[in-house]
């Protein structure tokens, strides 16, 4: 599937020179495939083709515009867990009745808006947010559908940083209070229960913990519909992780087909999250060699690319696999720490890596696409990049580069004393 690939052994994707692309755009520079992320995200869709389905795909992990345009033209819902991620997809031509809102932390101005929007279901994390939305509900004259975010108590053997699914982690409401707050929902004036929930991790790569947390939920459906509490729908989440260095993902169409299998019948709309899956290895980050600096203890390549850009390595020692873009031209490779400008011992990119470069050469960062921009900064007043979507044979420019003004437009010098 991967649109990655080497023609005359200069790196492409889908056809089109990434050297142009950074030629044209300029370095660092985010680089996505359209047709990447539409196939990736058809797996869960035509996986899930048995059973009346959303995938909801999860805002946070590359939020572009263009990115949620091209995800809603398939039927994409969208996971998103703040009004700023709201309005995005709103701006992005979507429709509220496809959101649904996740997040421990829903301010009172987010749940208006959202309520306002008309979005199709709140992910509920603690009973203070229920009170809350109920309250708010009745001020706003609506009843608000309301899906139980229920923490399965799982281990998701994933980062613990991206383990959301554990008693102890703050995300969701623990599996055994969990029927006593569904009584609470059900007998407030405006609330509407409407599903159930859960996620419990990131970058899963084994699906054995997800069918666990979905026979944990399938109990309380069981344990509800006796209680005379029926639910529309079942949401269980994202978190398939991908390959960044030699780990091998999950078959998604597989599992979505089992999920729908087990499913089948019990007349639920079934519900997926998923982020990275989509979007990750759809993306590289393309930067250029600035110095090669050659000291005795460790050699250091150089480039224009930092934890400004990409945090992944410098936060969870993350792995992605760095990749010279033109063709090989016969020089001896050395074994480098790829460094970044910032003025920060973590700002690595990637440790004892073997490249035969130059200073001057372009580099690929691979499997970029998701938590990478998202989570991009300005720390050092480095402007963030810009973001680049090849589709069908063009690479259009879907975000600019920030200018150096934009990072202070916000600030103000001291009036006079
Ligand atoms: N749904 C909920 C409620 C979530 O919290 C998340 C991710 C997702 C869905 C999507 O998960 P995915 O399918 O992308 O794994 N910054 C970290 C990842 C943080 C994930 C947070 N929640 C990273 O770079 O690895």
């Known amino acids: 599937m991967s649109g990655f690939e080497r023609r005359g052994g200069e790196l492409t994707l889908d056809g089109v020179s990434l050297a142009q692309v950074a030629q044209?755009?300029?370095?660092?520079?985010?680089?996505?495939?359209?047709?990447?992320?539409?196939?990736?995200?058809?797996?869960?869709?035509?996986?899930?083709?048995?059973?009346?389905?959303?995938?909801?795909?999860?805002?946070?992990?590359?939020?572009?515009?263009?990115?949620?345009?091209?995800?809603?033209?398939?039927?994409?819902?969208?996971?998103?867990?703040?009004?700023?991620?709201?309005?995005?997809?709103?701006?992005?031509?979507?429709?509220?009745?496809?959101?649904?809102?996740?997040?421990?932390?829903?301010?009172?101005?987010?749940?208006?808006?959202?309520?306002?929007?008309?979005?199709?279901?709140?992910?509920?994390?603690?009973?203070?947010?229920?009170?809350?939305?109920?309250?708010?509900?009745?001020?706003?004259?609506?009843?608000?559908?309301?899906?139980?975010?229920?923490?399965?108590?799982?281990?998701?053997?994933?980062?613990?940083?991206?383990?959301?699914?554990?008693?102890?982690?703050?995300?969701?409401?623990?599996?055994?209070?969990?029927?006593?707050?569904?009584?609470?929902?059900?007998?407030?004036?405006?609330?509407?229960?409407?599903?159930?929930?859960?996620?419990?991790?990131?970058?899963?790569?084994?699906?054995?913990?997800?069918?666990?947390?979905?026979?944990?939920?399938?109990?309380?459906?069981?344990?509800?519909?006796?209680?005379?509490?029926?639910?529309?729908?079942?949401?269980?989440?994202?978190?398939?992780?991908?390959?960044?260095?030699?780990?091998?993902?999950?078959?998604?169409?597989?599992?979505?087909?089992?999920?729908?299998?087990?499913?089948?019948?019990?007349?639920?709309q079934v519900m997926l999250e998923p982020g990275r899956a989509i979007v990750g290895p759809a993306g590289a980050l393309l930067t250029r060699v600035e110095y090669l600096k050659l000291d005795k203890e460790k050699r250091f390549a150089v480039v224009d690319a930092s934890m400004s850009e990409l945090i992944r390595p410098a936060l969870y020692e993350s792995w992605h696999d760095i990749v010279a873009v033109g063709p090989d031209q016969g020089r001896a490779a050395g074994r480098y720490d790829v460094v970044g400008p910032v003025c920060e011992s973590s700002d690595v990119l990637g440790f004892d890596r073997d490249l035969a470069v130059a200073a001057g050469d372009l580099l690929a960062i691979l499997s970029a696409g998701a938590y990478g921009m998202v989570m991009a900064s300005n720390y050092n007043s480095r402007p963030r990049p810009c973001e680049v979507l090849v589709d069908a044979g063009r690479a259009i420019e879907v975000r600019a580069r920030e200018g150096v003004d934009s990072l202070f437009a916000l600030e103000k010098r001291l009036p006079p004393r």
């Open 24 to 268: 044209r755009f300029g370095t660092p520079c985010y680089v996505y495939s359209r047709s990447m992320i539409e196939a990736a995200f058809r797996q869960f869709d035509t996986g899930l083709a048995g059973v009346d389905h959303l995938v909801c795909y999860a805002v946070k992990a590359n939020s572009n515009l263009a990115i949620l345009d091209a995800l809603g033209r398939l039927g994409a819902g969208f996971d998103i867990v703040s009004g700023g991620e709201l309005a995005r997809v709103l701006a992005a031509g979507q429709s509220a009745g496809r959101v649904i809102f996740s997040g421990v932390g829903k301010s009172e101005a987010e749940i208006r808006g959202a309520l306002a929007a008309r979005i199709k279901c709140f992910n509920v994390e603690s009973e203070p947010e229920l009170e809350r939305l109920d309250a708010l509900a009745a001020e706003a004259g609506v009843r608000a559908p309301v899906s139980l975010r229920i923490n399965p108590d799982v281990d998701a053997r994933t980062h613990p940083y991206i383990s959301t699914g554990l008693a102890g982690n703050k995300f969701g409401i623990p599996h055994a209070h969990a029927l006593a707050v569904y009584r609470r929902a059900a007998s407030m004036a405006n609330i509407r229960v409407a599903g159930i929930g859960c996620h419990i991790g990131s970058q899963i790569l084994e699906t054995s913990p997800m069918d666990e947390a979905l026979e944990r939920v399938l109990d309380l459906v069981d344990a509800l519909a006796l209680e005379g509490i029926g639910l529309e729908h079942l949401d269980l989440g994202g978190g398939f992780g991908i390959r960044y260095r030699d780990e091998t993902p999950p078959d998604i169409g597989a599992h979505c087909a089992r999920l729908a299998a087990r499913l089948k019948g019990r007349g639920f």
